[in-house]
């Protein structure tokens, strides 16, 4: 109800909280979004907590659990020899990048001036050029060199 006054500003519901996006909204209604945001925080419940992404304000349980947890579970599930890609525009990536280390081709996307992150593209379609890549590698009528 209250988003109804911020245009562009959505809700996506994640399997255990939600996010609240303002990328697309028009920029003179932020100052605005987050004094809603500070009002409203005495109302998240105990157990739960508010962080603050790019562009979104996420909602989330208070555990100590985030991407680097999911994703070393992921690595110790997987039977055999392979390499994981792992890329991210967020902050909360940062987690995943460090848990992952060199065992990883990490990338973050977006123009920082540090990461975890082994590599770093400025755009997103940087990497659809390189997904692109090993798309074309692996197709087996496909040149072998890249």
Do not use: C, N
């Amino acid at each position: 109800e209250d988003l109804k006054s911020y245009p562009g500003a959505f809700i996506e519901r994640k399997g255990f909280g939600f996010a609240l996006h303002y990328r697309r909204m028009p920029a003179r209604f932020l100052r605005s979004l987050k004094a809603l945001v500070r009002r409203r925080m005495p109302e998240i419940p105990a157990g739960w907590r508010l962080g603050e992404g790019d562009k979104t304000f996420d909602v989330r349980p208070d555990i100590d659990w985030g991407k680097g947890h999911a994703l070393e579970t992921i690595r110790r599930t997987l039977p055999g020899g392979w390499l994981s890609l792992f890329v991210g525009d967020a902050g909360s990536d940062e987690e995943g990048f460090h848990t992952l280390g060199p065992r990883a081709l990490t990338i973050r996307v977006g123009r920082v001036t540090a990461s975890a992150a082994q590599y770093s593209v400025p755009e997103r379609r940087q990497v659809d050029h390189l997904l692109e890549l090993l798309l074309e590698r692996k197709r087996p009528d496909a040149a072998q060199a890249v």
